[in-house]
């Protein structure tokens, strides 16, 4: 049997794609259990969503406190949990250099654009209102850029003419909710290195 990784997922809204995960782990297409869920907003809806499946959520706000404390309390927090991967899911945060180190390679992120296209905020509308064909999500792992880590997987969504941002976006997340599992089950069963910035699968 494959040994359950233990994940924490940090987000910070809706929660959509922690969903994902959940019922892909649920399932057993990904080996690995959720064992905390982390926002740094408390009123996140996906902190509910969390809780309603039985995993464990805490609000952990960011606001008001200096980033290394803010930081410190997650880490602890992730730590008493056991979970050696981190999942960002959703985490309107850039994490500083030191919690980088804490998981190497370990920390998961996925942004709704093709990267290294329109990294940031509000990607889906960057990408619909430039005017690409094709856009899409990327799953990548964390560096200490703001969407700038090595490419796992990427899943691509054309783009139509009648196409608001919005409608755009949403056609995108559909894809995000396969993605992200799919490229979590890959890190997890495939052996795979680093080439360069390169994920390469054997
Ligand atoms: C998703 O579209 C995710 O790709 C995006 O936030 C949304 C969260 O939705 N993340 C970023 O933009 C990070 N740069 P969710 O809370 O329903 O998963």
């Known amino acids: 049997m494959e040994s359950m990784t233990r994940l924490a997922v940090l987000l910070s809204g809706r929660g959509s794609n922690f969903v994902a995960i959940a019922d892909a782990c649920a399932r057993g297409e990904v080996p690995a259990e959720i064992v905390l869920v982390v926002s740094n907003k408390p009123d996140a809806p996906g902190l509910e969503r969390a809780r309603e499946r039985g ?11 200096p980033r290394e404390e803010h930081e410190r309390l997650v880490i602890a ?20 250099p030191s ?28 990408a619909w209102a430039h005017g690409v064909k094709v856009s899409g999500c990327t799953v990548h792992l964390v560096d200490t850029g703001c969407d700038s880590g090595p490419i796992v997987l990427q899943r691509s969504v054309s783009v139509r003419n009648d196409d608001t941002a919005e409608i755009l976006a949403d056609r995108i997340l559909e894809q995000e909710h396969v993605a992200y599992p799919a490229a979590l089950r890959m890190l997890l069963t495939r052996p795979w290195r680093l080439e360069g910035r390169r994920v390469v699968f054997e």
């Open 55 to 65: 995993i464990p959520a805490v609000a952990i706000p960011g606001k008001g406190i």
């Open 77 to 96: 927090a992730v730590a008493e949990a056991g979970a050696g991967w981190v999942c960002l899911a959703g985490y309107m945060r850039l994490l500083s």
């Open 99 to 126: 919690f980088i180190e804490r998981f190497p390679q370990r920390i998961v992120n996925i942004h709704p654009a093709l990267l290294p296209s329109f990294p940031g905020l509000e990607a889906q509308h960057q």
